[in-house]
């Protein structure tokens, strides 16, 4: 599916160019998380749970193939891009190294329900989020620039974070979020290091399963019709002040009073303002007119697909978001 809808958008972004009467809008799109939290967990807890790594001082050039992250530096974010999210009631940080007292330092160790209960109860949490494991390996890579000739060699990080969710009372975590992503830097940076990798990856991987594990907002951009009688305009004009209720009557009154192309484009746009409202059934209800009046093998057409694929995903995951919005009771307000 999300190869099927990253093809169709490819060439719709080249075709989009060529037609002039279709124009793109963008609007916040609250998406769903992978992962749905008991409704009980209200105040969470972030834990350094990453060994302690002294780093050498590196001379310029000279990178280390493989590196550990900071675990002060990865909780700390994970703690912040958490809250900022306001899902949870609370989240409380626990940055000081938990190995810190290993002799031998120690990676992607799992709690004991032990270490997670007292942890809970001196936190205060109903879960807890430990920041395991943080592997870096560095290799050569090259970086494009849209306004260079030439590409840029450059050090490519692959970063590769381990966080586990655990629950008191509980033998096992309630699931691993195990991610890999790669970051790069210019290599004739003067200024890097060991060091600059490391901090600037353990902040990079606290960003990477948020997405995984939180509703978050994400900004959808979709194609509308825009000109070709006086109602179509002037709803592009509406869409574009963000009165989309406005633009809603007024695409009804072309679906309403115009025939054959005009009202198929009446009708696709109906189904863009029930998405953007979430109500999907509507939508798919005015996506099937728009496809019973589209001519086949045309650009139109290839829109009305697209607009299907992206509806069927979207239908997909508003179950799993709407429980886990149901603690807001349903509130999908940004």
Known sequence: MKKSIALITWVLGMLLASCSSVQT???DQLQAGDISFPDAVRKVAIVNNMPVIELENTSRGVISPELEGDGKVATEHLAENVANLNYFDQVIICDSAFRATDTVPRANVI???EEVDRLAEELGADM?????????????GFILYSD????????????SPVIRAYIPQR???LFTVAKQDTISWDASDPQLS???????ASEYAAFMPIDHLLPHWNELTC?????GCVEMRDAGVCLREDDWDGARDLWQTVYEKRKGQQQMKAAFNLALYYEMK????????????AEELVKPDTFNQQLVAFCRLRLDERESKLLRLRIQMKRFEDNFAE
């Not at 260079?148 to 970063?159: I, K, L, T």
């Not at 060991?194 to 600037?200: G, L, T």
């Open 128 to 140: 807890i989020l430990s920041f395991d494991r943080l592997n870096i390996q560095t290799r050569p």
């Open 278 to 289: 979430d109500d999907v059934a509507q939508a798919k209800e005015w996506l099937q007119k």
């Open 148 to 159: 260079y000739p030439m590409p840029v060699n450059s050090v490519d990080a692959v970063v």
């Open 171 to 173: 033998d096992k975590p």
């Open 194 to 200: 060991d060091k600059k990798i490391v901090e600037e």
């Open 25 to 27: 809008i963008s609007f």
């Open 223 to 227: 194609p509308y019709f825009d000109g």
């Open 111 to 113: 709690l004991t329900q």
